[in-house]
């Protein structure tokens, strides 16, 4: 197996090989690494409000489901001194 490099565009999902490769017979198995630039990765469109509401209960829903690793209340693992305050 040997590396070939070269930059290109993605159309409808594609990416063509330069001319110099394009020799290659059709169905010859090959090992594709696609790497994208940081600043031109295409942003996700912005999600509506029934979106974001169902991204936020899918989020509750599997914080709720998490297993309870502490069982002490929120008073106890803060800790009160004599007067009252946090210790």
């Known amino acids: 197996m040997h590396a070939i490099e070269f930059k290109g565009h993605l159309k409808e999902g594609v990416i063509r090989l330069p001319a110099s490769y394009r020799h290659w017979r059709e169905d010859r198995p090959v090992k594709v690494i696609v790497l994208v630039d940081d600043d031109e990765t295409p942003q996700s469109p912005p999600l509506d409000a029934n979106q974001r509401l169902a991204a936020i209960l899918k989020v509750?829903?599997?914080?709720?489901?998490?297993?309870?690793?502490?069982?002490?209340?929120?008073?106890?693992?803060?800790?009160?001194?004599a007067n009252g305050l946090p210790s």
């Open 60 to 81: 509750s829903r599997r914080c709720a489901a998490a297993p309870e690793l502490d069982p002490r209340g929120a008073d106890e693992i803060i800790g009160y001194d």
